[in-house]
């Protein structure tokens, strides 16, 4: 009993001051953001194909698959340098599919349909690579870029 006062003073003596980051910062208020694939005039996309994150914060990267084939993204300078909470799958409904925990490191989507993938940047980084690791998809321009913060 004696040692369970202790340590709730001294937790009251290090209060607000001390330095440390309130909770779970991978459930914090996810920033949305939609990455498109597609193609167009034979022309295979990212859109957009620059995508900026900031350490820290948590996001909800919606992949979205517009196209009548499937895509992937793979950007191993991306997977190394986040904390993945979770992969979430719904059906044609919006009902819950699968939720998928752990690392990730690639994720195709089949042709029209959309993933979330929650994660939280850990390490910055300038130009990380991004592609579609289909055969073919990235000569046609399936590429871009990733820059952490
Ligand atoms: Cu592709």
């Known amino acids: 009993m004696k040692k369970m006062i202790c340590l709730a003073a001294a937790i009251a003596l290090i209060g607000p001051s001390a330095a440390m980051a309130e909770g779970d910062l991978s459930r914090a208020n996810p920033t949305k953001v939609t990455l498109e694939m ?3 005039d034979g022309h295979m996309y ?3 194909s620059h995508l900026e994150f900031e350490t820290g ?3 909800n990267l919606v992949l979205k698959n517009v196209d009548p084939i499937k895509h992937e993204i793979e950007s191993h300078g991306l997977v190394e340098r986040i904390f993945t909470r979770k992969v979430e799958i719904a059906n044609a409904s919006g009902d819950l599919v699968a939720e998928i925990k752990g690392n990730i490191r690639e994720i195709e989507i089949g042709p029209g349909q959309e993933v979330q993938w929650f994660f939280v940047p850990i390490q910055p980084g300038e130009k990380l690579d ?5 055969e073919g998809h990235a000569e046609a321009g399936m590429v871009g870029d990733i820059t952490i913060r």
């Not at 991004?130 to 289909?134: F, P, Q, T």
């Open 38 to 40: 597609g193609t167009t």
């Open 46 to 48: 990212f859109k957009p």
């Open 57 to 59: 914060k948590a996001y």
């Open 130 to 134: 991004l592609k579609c690791a289909l």
